[in-house]
């Protein structure tokens, strides 16, 4: 591969190194989100791939950043880039669970059951006091793409009298109407 890249105008060889360093690191970042979320055999498939880019591309050259400050610059926009493009995907595929815990009022928390209830979507309902009047807690677990979805219907339901917190799930079983 040295000599591959040796025999190309340096222009090119800075281009060559920054695409691959950002193909690199988008499914490094890829790999490590499915890793986090349980999906070992894509995340091991992801860094095969990864591992093929740095043996072919990226080592060959490693030893002369310092010395090539154009294709030093090369290497760190495509990783900068990697790294945005990685999260990027990752929140537009949205893997993994969400949880969310609604604060309402009985008359938003009937809304939000009703909305949840139409659905088959599984909830739990806790009643409790808020600083003012009496609230309600409401659980919900869901598929984390569809959290923006979901989460945007409740609020106009509600016109936006609803307090949420929306967190990432790990690991959970069991439950009515639970993600698979």
């Known amino acids: ?16 190194v920054c695409a691959a ?10 790999k490590t989100c499915m890793m986090v979320k349980g999906q070992r055999l894509k995340a091991a498939g992801l860094g095969f791939v990864e591992c093929t880019i740095w043996g072919l591309v ?8 310092g010395d090539n400050l154009f294709l030093l610059l090369f290497y760190c926009v495509g990783y900068a880039t990697g790294l945005f493009l990685g999260s990027t995907i990752e ?22 059951t009703e909305y949840l209830r139409e659905r088959n979507m599984g909830y739990t309902v806790f009643d409790g006091y808020g600083s003012t009047d009496r609230m309600n807690m409401i ?12 989460l945007k219907e409740i609020r106009k339901l509600c016109n936006n009298k609803v307090f ?3 967190s990432e799930v790990s690991k959970y079983a069991g439950g009515y109407g639970t993600v698979k």
Do not use: W, Y
């Open 1 to 16: 591969m040295s000599e591959f890249l040796a025999s190309l105008h340096p222009v090119a060889v800075c281009l060559i």
């Open 21 to 30: 360093k950002i193909v690199e690191i988008t499914i490094q970042s890829l």
């Open 58 to 65: 990226i080592s060959t050259i490693i030893g002369t950043l």
């Open 91 to 112: 929140n537009k595929i949205a893997l993994g669970t969400s949880n969310l815990e609604l604060i309402a009022n009985d008359e938003s928390t009937q809304k939000i």
């Open 139 to 150: 659980f919900i677990v869901l598929p984390r793409k569809d959290t923006p979805r979901v």
């Open 164 to 166: 949420v917190v929306a």
